[in-house]
Each structure stands twice: as structure tokens, then as C-alpha cells.
């Protein structure tokens, strides 16, 4: 087992030889052919890329989801460029595919490439990220989760936790990347829910960049600067797993010591979840791919639906989570 | 006044005086917003506190930047340092993820001589493309640099591996007489480059290089073989970073591990005062340019300026360090303040002044 392990990461390391060398020519290998032709629905989808196991998760969750439901899918990979992704689109509208799906690298430039698609009469749907086009006519509906309401959950849950606390309770907040959309939502959400009490203070609020290592970084710094923290929120599970590392360094014990409240609910998240380092998840969901190929039917048939839905969506304590962890998918 | 300016000369004119005020400023600014900022206490048996832990996530920095500093000095660059930490790390990790017994030193071990080999390999890529097909050295380094992430996201399948090594985590986190060891082994490697460098003729050879390749040619220098040799060398350095990189938070991401290291890496080097254009090279330098970027990052946090503003301000410090590092800047701003005593001389015998 080892040894293909090894043998892998060398055939990897030729493979990334040969694709440096051929980098012109990659990108829409999967969408060749002709279609459209039968009954059978065709999707069109332009994945972001994959640069997360929750990005991962997403993607794996569209192709089951698809091939469940009788769809016949065109998967294109963006490698996190928007300029790959309008260059998907358009060939997806001269395959005449039935609906385009796709998750926006950015928010911003979109308005030619889905005029061109209405135009052709594609309808297309959005998933996970919005578009900020004025133009709502460009596309059928948003698909994605409600980043202000994960922030809400997760301040309202701290809220219902430090009812009784008759002394000032001291948060420390890691952002996500500066500027991001689920970073300005959940910061949002959640100064709004937790400014039900008074006594719960934010005293320190940092870009962690959703990442570990910076999580860790950050919180280093909170920790020596600030004395007292009680809760840690964190805009991802990454962040507050990297920040873990942190508080055991400066001898406390989180999930006792420190409150932990992030948001995702990875893997990684719920298993420190569920041996009681963090205290608290409110789910990000990936896995939208059974209601987005219930979306496509429904678009190509022509029915009407709402301009905007929310992907089904919980939250997880300890125990909650150490009931859902064995079938977790991601 | 002049009498005073006189004494202190040697001492200004040293090439490292400048960048050195900068990181003293730095602290003092730390200092003064939160006073316990320099304090160091003994926590668990080693030493902790802000200072530590600027000195222990420097110590990657410090590494890619030593490689960059011999590559920049030959007058090349090397952009696939982040990329080529992303898939170092991954290599190690993925290999003792798949082990039965992650703490197994022998594994550990193996995971990294994996790695660093490949680390290599790639690096002999990097000085075959430019020492001998003689492509432009960023251009270069650019291939591996967009197709290294890929080949990282490749090995980690686009997820990030977790382990629970002990003995992995320690290149991170570990501590050797109370010191960080990430940092002890920063220093070795800076203590074996300026030991190969300054004390045999390699320094004065990849110097030459960097001056004129040609030239150094018809001298007797094998100018391919030694710019070949800088990128190894640079990938090696890049190879032992993603093991600390990825060993500091116990899992590796082969998105985010490493990434834009290699701007900072240059950022050092220049703000150490080694010339872009290759040819004279500061080790010393490129070690305090390594330290400054990383206090400023700590500082960063540890003053809680808003992330969105944050980067405005670390633009304008490097910026000041740049401006304050310049002769031609400096002259010209003493001679506009003392105009009725003009300073007598230029500033330019102090290039002459090597260190190490």
C-alpha cells in the first residue's frame, strides 16, 4: 500500500512535469461531443475549482447527485479563474445544453456571458456564490447557504449559553479572508444576534484567511494580548482548528476554558467537535446537489421558481455531533 | 553636531545598520501600545511569549529566503518556492497519514527524505530549464510555480490532510534548550549557507555569476553549473519550510501552505540589501529582512489593526523601510535639513563592506 502511495506521488510529480508543459491545452476536457439531442436533461456546471475538502465535497455531491437523478452532466473545473469559466459557459450555450449551473469565482463581470445564455435561451442557476449583476432576469435563481444566518445561529446559540452571565463575557473574532462575502455575512450575523446581550463583548477581531495557519497565528497574538477570553468565534472549522494549537500552547484547554463557535462543520470541525474541543458548528452545507438537479428539472420545464433558496442547512453541539460524525461525508 | 554625526558613521554606514533601526522601531512601537509585548516567560518547561513565537513562524521565512537570496544573487529569481513548500508538505504528510503508526520515528523519517527528494528533483528541474536551455529564470520558475500548486491539490486530493505525529509536529513546534526548534534549524542552515559561502570561494564565485555570467565563464567559472546548483539549493531550503509550514498547524494544504511565500521571500532579500540585479549578496540582511516582515505581520495582530487596512499599512512600512534604506534618499533628505552643514562625503565606499 506504501508503495503505490510512493509510486503515486512520483507518477504526480511526472504528471505535474507534463502538465506545466502542456498548460495551453487543459481545461475543457469534459466537454466535448455533441448533446442536447435525446431526452435525457444536460447540465451544463463550472465548478469554482477545488481548493477545499469542502469545495471537494461540493463537487462530489453534484456528480451523485446527477447521476441519481438521471442528468446527464458536463463537470468543467475553473482552477479558480473567472476567464475559464466564461470561456465554460459560452461552450456550454453552443453545445445548446438544457441548463448551465455554476458557482461565480467572483461576483463581479458577469453580465455578458449570461446575456449571451438568455439570449440563447439556457436558464441559468447559480450556486453556493452570487453574482452582483442589477440585471435578476440573467439568471432563474440563487441556490446556495445564507452566510448572515450560520453568523446568526452561531451567535444565538452563545446568546442562549450566557444567559445567566452576570459578568462581561470577552469574544475574539476570526474573520475569513478580508472582504469575502461569507466573511462580511457571518461577522454580520453574528454581531447582530449576540447584540441581544449586552454583557458579550467582541475585544479583538482579526482575518484569519480561513486558514489554519493563520487561525493559529492570529490567536496567538488574542491570546497574549488579551487575558481574558472567553469565546472564540471563528469563520470556519480551519481556523478554529489552527487556534486550537494556539490556546493548548498557552495552557488552556479549549472547549473548557475557551468557548469554541465556528462555522462549516468539515470533518475536521466535527470531530474536534465531538471530543469536545469546540462547543458549537453552525453547518455550511456542500452537499446541494440533489436539491440542484431538482432546481434543473424544475427550470426546464418552465416552472417558476423563487429567485433565491437556501441550501438545507443545521447546526451541531457535542453530542449532536458525535451522532452525526460516523456518517458524515466530508 | 558634525563631530557626533562623524562618531557614528561606522556605525550607520554598515549596510545592516538601517534595516536593524527599522526592526528595533518596530518593537518599540509593540512595546509602547502593549507593554508586556517583549516579555518572556517559561511556560511547560520552554520559553514563551510574542518574541518566541515571531522568531519560531519567521523560521520559514528565513529558510525560503536564504534560497531566494543565493538565486537572486546569481541574478535569477525563483517564484516556485510557495509551491514547491505546498508539495513538500504534502508529500510528508500524505506519507505518514497512510502509515499505521504516525509517531514511528523511522516513518517520519522516510516521509521526509521522500519529500525533500522530490523537493530536489523539482529544484534540478527548475536549474536545468535555466542553466542549461537557458530560459529566463522567471519565467522559468513560473511553470513550476502554477503547475506545483496543481501537483500539491493532486497529491492531497484537493482535501487537507490531517496527522497526528508527534515527532512530525516537533520540526514545528518543538522546542530544543527552551527554543523554538523551528527556529535552531533556520539558523543551522543560515550558519551552513554563510559557512559554504563565506568561508570557501562559492560566495565570491555565485557572486561573479551574478555580475556577469559571461564573463565569469571566460574566467575559469562554471557559471551553468553554479546557477544550477542555487536552485537546488533554493528548493531544498523551500522543502525543509513546508515541513515546518505544514508541521505547525499538523496538516497540509495544498492550496494554502506556502502561498505567496515567495513575494515575501524577495521582499526579504530586498529589504536586506541584496540587489535585484544579482551580483553582491547579505545573508545577514536577507535574515533581519525575514525578521521584519514577520513582526509586521505580529504586529498586525497584535495592535488588532482592522484586516482591512491592514495591508495599507504594511505597504506603507515597507515602503518607509525601502526609503530609508536608499543612500540617494537618505542624502537627499539630510542635505535638504542641513543645508548649512553639508555632509562631506557620499555614501558610496560603503558598498565596498562585505558581511556575512
Known amino acids: 500500500m506504501r508503495t503505490r502511495r510512493t509510486a503515486r506521488v512520483i507518477i504526480a510529480a511526472f504528471a505535474g512535469v507534463l502538465l506545466a508543459g502542456s498548460m495551453a491545452a487543459c481545461g475543457n476536457s469534459d466537454t466535448g461531443g455533441d448533446s442536447g439531442g435525446d431526452d435525457k436533461l444536460v447540465l451544463g456546471f463550472s465548478q469554482v475549482g477545488a481548493e477545499s475538502g469542502w469545495r471537494t465535497a461540493n463537487t462530489t455531491s453534484i456528480k451523485e447527485a446527477a447521476a441519481a437523478a438521471g442528468i446527464e452532466l458536463k463537470f468543467d473545473d475553473a482552477q479558480q479563474k473567472q476567464e475559464n469559466q466564461i470561456k465554460a459557459i459560452r461552450n456550454f450555450i453552443q453545445q445548446k445544453v438544457d441548463v448551465i449551473a455554476f458557482s461565480p469565482v467572483v461576483e463581479s463581470g458577469w453580465d455578458t456571458v449570461l446575456k449571451e445564455a438568455k439570449d440563447a435561451g439556457i436558464p441559468v442557476i447559480l450556486t453556493d456564490r452570487a453574482v452582483d449583476s442589477a440585471d435578476k432576469t440573467l439568471y432563474k435563481t440563487f441556490l446556495g447557504s445564507d452566510f448572515v444566518k450560520e453568523g446568526r445561529l452561531a451567535g444565538e446559540w452563545l446568546v442562549e449559553q450566557t444567559k445567566g452571565a452576570s459578568g462581561p463575557v470577552n469574544i475574539v473574532e476570526l474573520q475569513g479572508t478580508t472582504g469575502s462575502a461569507p466573511a462580511n455575512d457571518r461577522k454580520e450575523g453574528f454581531a447582530k444576534a449576540i447584540a441581544a446581550n449586552p454583557n458579550l463583548k467582541i475585544v479583538a477581531s482579526q482575518s484569519g484567511d480561513f486558514k489554519r495557519a493563520d487561525g493559529k497565528q492570529v490567536m496567538e497574538q488574542f491570546l497574549k494580548a488579551n487575558p481574558d477570553i472567553d469565546v472564540l468565534f471563528a469563520h470556519n472549522d480551519d481556523m478554529g482548528l489552527g487556534a486550537l494549537e494556539a490556546i493548548t500552547a498557552a495552557g488552556k484547554v479549549p472547549g473548557k476554558d475557551i468557548t469554541i463557535i465556528t462555522i462549516d462543520a468539515v470533518k475536521d470541525g466535527m470531530q474536534a467537535l465531538a471530543d469536545g474541543k469546540f462547543n458549537f458548528i453552525a453547518e455550511c452545507s456542500p452537499l446541494l446537489g440533489p436539491q440542484l438537479m431538482e432546481l434543473a428539472k424544475k427550470v426546464e420545464a418552465g416552472e417558476e421558481v423563487p429567485a433565491r433558496i437556501e441550501t438545507e442547512e443545521t447546526t451541531f453541539t457535542q453530542e449532536q455531533a458525535k451522532a452525526a460524525l460516523p456518517s458524515r461525508k466530508y | ?356
Open chain 2, 1 to 356: 553636531m558634525n563631530t557626533l554625526t562623524d562618531r557614528f558613521r561606522p556605525l550607520t554606514g554598515h549596510r545592516l545598520f538601517w534595516p536593524a533601526l527599522v526592526l528595533v522601531v518596530m518593537l518599540a512601537a509593540n512595546t509602547v501600545y502593549r507593554p508586556g509585548f517583549l516579555s518572556v516567560e517559561v511556560k511547560e518547561g520552554h520559553l514563551y511569549g510574542t518574541p518566541v513565537d515571531i522568531l519560531r513562524l519567521s523560521a520559514p521565512l528565513i529558510l525560503v529566503a536564504l534560497g531566494m537570496t543565493l538565486v537572486i544573487a546569481t541574478g535569477g529569481i525563483d517564484l516556485s518556492v510557495g509551491s514547491l513548500c505546498a508539495i513538500s508538505g504534502a508529500i510528508a504528510c500524505l506519507h505518514i497519514s497512510e502509515a499505521s503508526d504516525q509517531n514511528s520515528l523511522s516513518t517520519v523519517f522516510t516521509a521526509l527524505a521522500l519529500a525533500f527528494g522530490v523537493a530536489l528533483v523539482l529544484g534540478a528541474w527548475n536549474g536545468l530549464l535555466v542553466a542549461v536551455i537557458g530560459i529566463q529564470p522567471i519565467i522559468a520558475t513560473l511553470i513550476l510555480m502554477v503547475a506545483g500548486r496543481g501537483l500539491a491539490q493532486l497529491i492531497t486530493e484537493g482535501q487537507i490532510i490531517t496527522i497526528n505525529s508527534g515527532p512530525y509536529r516537533a520540526i514545528g513546534l518543538g522546542h530544543v534548550l527552551t527554543l523554538p526548534l523551528a527556529i535552531i534549524i533556520a539558523v543551522a542552515a543560515a550558519l551552513l549557507v554563510a559557512a559554504l559561502t563565506r568561508r570557501t570561494a562559492l560566495g565570491l564565485i555565485v557572486e561573479s555569476v551574478g555580475g556577469n555570467a559571461e564573463a565569469s565563464r571566460l574566467a575559469g567559472i562554471r557559471s551553468g553549473r553554479i546557477v544550477f546548483l542555487v536552485y537546488v539549493v533554493s528548493a531544498a531550503c523551500a522543502a525543509i519550510a513546508g515541513f515546518m509550514m505544514t508541521a505547525n498547524v499538523s496538516s497540509a494544504d495544498g492550496n494554502a501552505a506556502g502561498l505567496w511565500i515567495e513575494l515575501d521571500a524577495i521582499l526579504a532579500v530586498v529589504i536586506g540589501g541584496t540587489s535585484l540585479a544579482g551580483g553582491r549578496f547579505s545573508l545577514g540582511g536577507t535574515i533581519l529582512g525575514a525578521l521584519i516582515i514577520q513582526t509586521l505581520t505580529t504586529t498586525v495582530y497584535a495592535m488588532n489593526i482592522d484586516p482591512q487596512t491592514s495591508l495599507l499599512f504594511k505597504a506603507v512600512v515597507v515602503i518607509a523601510v525601502c526609503l530609508i534604506q536608499s543612500p540617494a534618499f537618505r542624502a537627499r533628505v539630510s542635505r535638504r535639513r542641513g543645508a548649512t552643514t553639508p555632509r562631506p562625503t557620499t555614501r558610496q565606499p560603503e558598498k565596498e563592506q562585505v558581511s556575512a
